[in-house]
């Protein structure tokens, strides 16, 4: 059984850093691309980023590009998302995605297993 779980979610000032981490079992870690994906509420989820499997290629959405730096320790078996100069428009629930089924990883359809998100407000 696939199992997905972020962590590192949490209150920060505008303007602050969080770094998110997303936990994978019962799936090769390394065999699939990743990626993150946000939901403010009463919207449509919203792709983030996503790495390749090695983590020699990340692709970041417009609106983090700069700010947010996704990566992968293969041998640990954990995705990260260090997040700076936290905005309130980043405020959402954040989730993990793997399963990469080999579509552009920019859509969540792309991927098979979510984990359940972490909040992240920032306050502003």
């Known amino acids: 059984q696939v199992q997905v779980a972020e962590s590192g979610g949490g209150l920060v000032q505008a303007g602050g850093s969080l770094r998110l981490s997303c936990i994978v079992s019962?799936?090769?870690?390394?065999?699939?691309?990743m990626g993150w994906f946000r939901r403010v509420h009463g919207k449509e989820r919203e792709w983030v980023s996503c790495?390749?499997?090695?983590?020699?290629?990340?692709y970041y959405a417009d609106s983090v590009k700069g700010r947010f730096t996704i990566s992968r320790d293969n041998y640990q078996k954990i995705l990260y998302l260090q997040m700076n100069s936290l905005k309130a428009d980043d405020t959402a629930i954040y989730y993990c995605?793997?399963?990469?089924?080999?579509?552009?990883?920019?859509?969540?359809?792309?991927?098979?297993?979510w984990g359940q998100g972490t909040q992240v407000t920032v306050s502003s």
């Open positions: 995605a793997t399963g990469y089924s080999g579509d552009n990883c920019n859509k969540a359809a792309a991927f098979n297993y």
């Open positions: 019962g799936l090769r870690f390394d065999g699939s691309y």
């Open positions: 790495i390749s499997r090695r983590g020699r290629d990340t």
